[in-house]
């Protein structure tokens, strides 16, 4: 019997995720979540981030470009890693403190069930996200998490910022990304209800 288009990429995206874990390149938090989604009949995850504390090297102001992970963590951090990271030169024209919040990528092939996914996360208390992809047999749901930080904190390899702030900002930032796991654990338990 020949599989039909939402089944094979279904199957090539639970594939992806079983090698991104063997491979240890998965973000440990969401391999359960994603493990999950990818085990019901109607779902599967395409790409996924639980969130991160990083700092972000950028070689030059006011353009678009990639920015290269300078220290990132998918954790709370202690002020001992950030101050350890600034102290570090990599050569970079700014060095950037940011807290990503979590994205999560989520296939179906009808409407009907990408609105379920939609109904998951109001349930959890998620405000970001809705249709990002509508193709026949395939539908791609995209959450984020809301809380956001990001500020340069070192400018020609001066620091901006004094230990004091650092500290605060980062207690802000690990406060933030607890609160972001409690969502993406909500979350889960939502769809283990709902999903089929």
């Known amino acids: 019997m020949n599989k039909s288009r ?3 990429i279904k199957t090539h995206n639970s594939e992806q995720l079983e090698e991104a874990i063997a491979e240890g ?4 938090k969401m391999i359960k979540l994603c493990r999950f989604v990818n085990s019901t009949k109607n779902f599967f995850t395409s790409s996924s981030c639980a969130g991160r504390i990083a700092l972000l090297s950028v070689q030059s102001i006011g353009k678009k470009q990639p920015g290269a992970f300078h220290r990132k963590w998918h954790r709370k951090v202690s002020l001992k890693e ?18 990503d919040p979590f994205i999560l990528h989520i296939g179906t092939d009808n409407l009907e069930n990408a609105r379920t996914i939609l ?54 930032a690990n406060e933030k990304l607890a609160d972001n796991y409690m969502r993406l654990n909500r979350f889960e338990k939502v769809c283990r209800k709902e999903l089929k």
């Open 6 to 8: 939402f089944e094979m």
């Open 25 to 28: 390149k998965a973000d440990q």
């Open 82 to 99: 950030v101050v350890e990271g600034l102290e570090e030169k990599a050569g970079e024209k700014e060095l950037w403190f940011k807290l």
């Open 119 to 172: 109904k998951c996360m109001r349930l959890a208390g998620i405000k970001r996200g809705g249709i990002m992809l509508a193709k026949k047999e395939k539908f791609i749901v995209e959450l984020q998490g809301t809380h956001t930080l990001s500020l340069p904190i070192r400018n020609d390899g001066n620091a901006l910022v004094e230990k004091e702030y650092l500290s605060f900002i980062l207690k802000q």
